[in-house]
Nanobody
Framework: QVQLVESGGGLVQAGDSLTLSCAAS????????MGWFRQAPGSEREFVAA?????????SYADSVKGRFTISRDNAKNAVYLQMNSLKPEDTAGYYC????????????????WGQGTQVTVSS
């Protein structure tokens, strides 16, 4: 049984930093994309960042987080992380770990596995 378990969310003030972690179990994703999406109430799930180690390490970011967020992977631990700096109130959302895409993708439908999410709330 494949499981993705996120951790690290919380309530912070604008300008603060948080690091989200996602630990995968049940299969390895070293050759597949892993990423982060977020969803605010009343909004669709949106792409945040993704990383893939297949034939070189590559990353992709949403324009809204470029320069502030950094995604990283530890294939030995089957884990992916999201370092979030300079947080803004508009970053408030549930953050979801995703895994299993064959390539870097911004489409939720390309990812086969999902975590339950961790809430990030940024106060102004």
């Amino acid at each position: 049984q494949v499981q993705l378990v996120e951790s690290g969310g919380g309530l912070v003030q604008a300008g603060d930093s948080l690091t989200l972690s996602c630990a995968a179990s049940g299969r390895t994703f070293s050759n597949y994309a892993m990423g982060w999406f977020r969803q605010a109430p009343g909004s669709e799930r949106e792409f945040v960042a993704a990383a893939i180690s297949w034939r070189g390490y590559r990353t992709s970011y949403a324009d809204s987080v470029k320069g502030r967020f950094t995604i990283s992977r530890d294939n030995a631990k089957n884990a992916v992380y999201l370092q979030m700096n300079s947080l803004k109130p508009e970053d408030t959302a549930g953050y979801y770990c995703a895994a299993g895409a064959l390539r870097l993708s911004v489409r939720p439908s390309d990812y086969e596995y999902w975590g339950q999410g961790t809430q990030v709330t940024v106060s102004s």
